[in-house]
T-cell receptor, first 111, second 112 residues
Framework: AQSVSQHNHHVILSEAASLELGCNYS??????LFWYVQYPGQHLQLLLK??????LVKGIKGFEAEFIKSKFSFNLRKPSVQWSDTAEYFC?????????FGGGTRLMVKP | DTAVSQTPKYLVTQMGNDKSIKCEQN?????MYWYKQDSKKFLKIMFS???????INETVPNRFSPKSPDKAHLNLHINSLELGDSAVYFC???????????FGAGTRLSVL
């Protein structure tokens, strides 16, 4: 069965710091990859996705992610975080038509 | 217009009761899902329906029964509620089983 690991459970940053959240998955076949964000008290929203093509994908709010097939990774990055980025971030992998989520990373950005 | 809407948003009930959560999507999608998010924010799929047919049924107690009267609706009925059922339940929909999933706002269920 496929699995998704997010290495950082809690991340605390100051505003303007750079962000990188790790995501690794275990599945040998073709995958679709996603990052979702959940702001406090809200539903999940899609940040960005990778289906095929350029492995560096850009999403909303200045986020980007890089798919490295050889490492089974899809790490999320943002060069300069803002207080409003405080949220829970979920990596998800769709393989075999089932979306599997990682455990989430809680990001807190201090003003 | 809300794309994926769930009702109710909050549900507080006693152990042993039966309750339902409704979900509707107006995106024209053919696939709908129910997820459970526990207190540690871990999200796990429970069910998936494609064109009103059950296609994913993860290890979920028989007390949980999904019902899809049409492609735009997927309701979740829970019998004999237990304390461990307390969680946030999210509905989602997508076009095709591999498509981007759009989530509802969630239903916070508290079983006392």
């Amino acid at each position: 069965a496929q699995s998704v690991s997010q290495h950082n459970h809690h991340v605390i940053l100051s505003e303007a710091a750079s962000l990188e959240l790790g995501c690794n998955y275990s599945y040998g076949g073709t995958v679709n990859l996603f990052w979702y964000v959940q702001y406090p008290g809200q539903h999940l929203q899609l940040l960005l996705k990778y289906f095929s093509g350029d492995p560096l994908v850009k999403g909303i709010k200045g986020f980007e992610a890089e798919f490295i097939k050889s490492k089974f990774s899809f790490n999320l990055r943002k060069p300069s975080v803002q207080w409003s980025d405080t949220a829970e971030y979920f990596c998800a992998v769709n393989a075999g038509n089932m979306l599997t989520f990682g455990g989430g990373t809680r990001l807190m950005v201090k003003p | 217009d809300t794309a994926v809407s769930q009702t109710p948003k909050y549900l507080v009930t006693q152990m042993g009761n039966d309750k339902s959560i409704k979900c509707e999507q107006n995106l024209g999608h053919d696939t709908m899902y129910w997820y459970k998010q526990d207190s540690k924010k871990f999200l796990k799929i429970m069910f998936s329906y494609n064109n009103k047919e059950l296609i994913i049924n993860e290890t979920v107690p028989n007390r949980f029964s999904p019902k899809s009267p049409d492609k735009a609706h997927l309701n979740l009925h829970i019998n004999s509620l237990e304390l461990g059922d307390s969680a946030v339940y999210f509905c989602a929909s997508s076009q095709g089983q591999g498509g981007i999933q759009y989530f509802g706002a969630g239903t916070r269920l508290s079983v006392l």
